[in-house]
C-alpha cells in the first residue's frame, strides 16, 4: 500500500494549474459559425426590419472578416487539430476584438448585446490557464470602458433619438464589469475542481489496473498452495505406503492407480491457475469476510500498533459471506486500514457485522481524530487530514510537523469503495473518546459471491477416508 500512495504523490498526478490548455480547433469553428449567425441575424433584423438606420455595409464586414478566418482555419487545419493555449488564447482575443468593433458600430454598451462579451471570457476560464484567461480579461475590460463612452449613437427609429441617462449607462458598465469578472473566475474554480478530480481518477485508474495483476498473482499463490494441499498430501502418504513395502499386486497397482489420478489432479489444478486472472477462476476470486479482512491488515500488522478484529453475524445462524476479491475493495479497505495504523496510538480495530442485507465494516484507531474544518472535505482530493503520531512510535503524541500528504489516500481508498456499491462514512469517535471512525456499508448483492463449490465433495471424501485408513 506505501507503493500506492507513493505512486500519488511523487507528481502522477498533475497539478491542477498544470493543465496543457489544449483546445479542439473544430470546436471553436462551430462556436464562431453560431456567434455570426446570430450577428448576422441581429444586423439584418435590426435594419431590414425593423427600420432601424445602421452602418449596414460596415457591420456585415466585421461579420465577414470573422467568417472568412473561420473558412481559412476549417482549409488550413484538420478538424482534429487541437490548439496550444497561446494560440486558442489569440482566438478567444481575435473574437473579443471583432465583437468590440461591431458593437462600436451599433451602440456600445447601450446595446443589449454587450453581454455577449461574457462568452469568450467564460470559454477561456474552462479551458485555458489562469494566465491567459486573466490577459483577456483585462482586454475585455478595456473594450466594455472605451465603448461606454465612445461609440456611434445606438441605431433607433428614424426621426427619433433614444438617449440613455449618463448614470444608467454608468450602473450597465459597472454590472458589466463585475459579471465579467465574477463569471470568469467561478467558470475558471468549477473548472480547476473538475481538472484536479478528473487527474486523480485517471491515475486511480491507472494504479489500479496495475493493482489488479499483483494482486490476481497473490491469489494465484494462495490458490495454488490451497488447491494442491490434498493431492500431494494423497502422493505422500501413498508413497511411504510402497515404501514399506509388504503389499499384493493387486493393492500396489491400487495405489498405482491413486498415484496417478492424484498426479493428473495436480495437472488440472496447475493447468486451471495458469489462466489468466481476468478469467475470474472461483478458486481465488472469493474470500470469506474475515480472511479478507486478514489480507488486507495483514502488510500493516509489522507496525508498532495492536489490531483488533471480529466478525459479527446480527442474525443467528447467518453464514459468514464470502467476497468477490475485487481489488477496489482489497486497496480501498487497505488504505483506510492504513491511514488508521499511521496515526493510532496504540490500537486499530476493524469490526464487520452483516446480516442477510447489509456488510458493514467499521475502522477504529485511538489516533487524534480529524480535524473539525476538514472532515466535511475528506474524500476529496488535495484535502490535508491530520497530525500524525511521531515517528511511528507506540503512544507517542500526536505532532504538527507533518501531515497526510494532500489526503489522496482518503480519496483513493473512498473512490474505490464507491465504485463497488459502498456508503463510505468518515467522522471522529462516537464514544467521546480521540481517534477517527470510518465505516463503510454494502448492499450484501453487491460483493457477496455466489458458493463456488458443492456442499459434498465426493473426491475429497475419498481422499480423506483413504488417509483415515493409512
Not at 440613455?164 to 459597472?174: A, D, M, N, Y
Not at 498415484?259 to 486451471?272: G, V
Not at 464507491?418 to 462514512?425: K, L, P, Q
Request: net charge neutral; hydrophobic share 50%.
Amino acid at each position: 500500500m506505501h507503493w500506492l500512495r507513493r505512486n500519488f504523490l511523487a507528481g502522477r498526478i498533475a497539478p491542477a494549474g498544470d493543465a496543457s490548455g489544449r483546445v479542439r480547433l473544430q470546436t471553436l469553428v462551430i462556436l464562431r459559425w453560431l456567434a455570426i449567425a446570430g450577428q448576422l441575424a441581429a444586423v439584418l433584423i435590426a435594419n431590414l426590419w425593423m427600420g432601424f438606420p445602421l452602418p449596414l455595409g460596415l457591420c456585415l464586414a466585421v461579420i465577414a472578416a470573422s467568417a472568412w478566418l473561420n473558412v481559412f482555419l476549417t482549409l488550413r487545419y484538420r478538424s482534429t487539430t487541437r490548439l496550444p493555449e497561446w494560440q486558442a488564447a489569440v482566438y478567444f482575443a481575435i473574437d473579443l476584438m471583432q465583437l468590440a468593433v461591431l458593437l462600436f458600430l451599433t451602440g456600445g454598451l447601450q446595446n443589449p448585446f454587450a453581454l455577449l462579451f461574457m462568452a469568450p471570457v467564460t470559454i477561456s476560464a474552462t479551458t485555458l490557464s489562469l494566465r491567459s484567461t486573466g490577459l483577456l480579461l483585462a482586454q475585455a475590460f478595456v473594450y466594455v470602458t472605451l465603448l461606454a463612452w465612445f461609440h456611434m449613437p445606438l441605431p433607433w427609429y428614424p426621426g427619433e433619438a433614444l438617449v440613455l441617462p449618463p448614470l444608467f449607462v454608468t450602473g450597465h458598465w459597472i454590472a458589466l464589469l463585475l459579471g465579467l469578472g465574477f463569471v470568469a473566475a467561478y467558470a475558471w474554480r468549477i473548472s480547476q475542481e473538475s481538472r484536479r478530480m478528473s487527474a486523480a481518477l485517471s491515475a486511480t485508474q491507472a494504479v489500479l489496473a496495475r493493482a489488479q495483476r499483483l494482486s490476481a498473482l497473490d491469489g494465484l499463490a494462495a490458490a495454488a498452495a490451497h488447491e494442491l494441499g490434498t493431492p500431494l498430501g494423497t502422493i505422500s502418504l501413498v508413497s511411504k505406503e510402497l515404501m514399506r513395502g509388504g503389499m499384493s499386486e493387486a493393492e500396489m497397482k491400487e495405489d498405482l492407480a491413486l498415484l496417478n489420478s492424484q498426479a493428473e489432479r495436480c495437472k488440472e489444478i496447475l493447468s486451471r491457475l495458469s489462466r489468466r486472472p481476468e478469467d475470474g477462476d472461483a478458486i481465488y476470486s472469493r474470500l470469506p469476510l474475515k480472511v479478507l479482512l486478514d489480507e488486507v491488515t495483514r502488510p500493516h500488522r509489522d507496525m508498532d500498533v495492536g489490531f483488533r478484529m471480529e466478525v459479527v453475524a446480527e442474525e443467528e445462524g447467518a453464514a459468514e459471506p464470502e467476497i468477490w476479491r475485487r481489488p477496489e475493495i482489497l486497496y480501498g479497505l487497505g488504505n483506510f486500514i492504513e491511514n488508521a495504523a499511521d496515526f493510532a496510538r496504540t490500537e486499530v480495530s476493524i469490526s464487520a457485522h452483516h446480516n442477510r442485507n447489509r456488510i458493514v465494516v467499521t475502522i477504529v484507531d485511538d489516533g487524534p481524530g480529524f480535524a473539525p474544518d476538514v472532515i466535511e472535505k475528506l474524500g476529496e482530493p488535495y484535502v490535508t487530514t491530520r497530525p500524525r503520531r511521531s515517528a511511528g512510535k507506540r503512544g507517542a503524541p500526536a505532532t504538527d510537523d507533518a501531515h497526510e500528504g494532500m489526503g489522496l489516500g482518503f480519496f483513493i481508498g473512498k473512490t474505490l469503495l464507491e465504485r463497488t456499491g459502498a456508503i463510505v462514512t468518515i467522522a471522529n469517535r462516537r464514544d467521546a473518546k480521540p481517534g477517527a471512525e470510518v465505516t463503510i456499508a454494502w448492499p450484501r448483492r453487491a460483493i457477496e459471491a455466489e458458493p463456488a463449490f458443492p456442499e459434498s465433495d465426493p473426491e475429497g471424501d475419498r481422499v480423506a477416508q483413504a488417509g483415515a485408513s493409512a
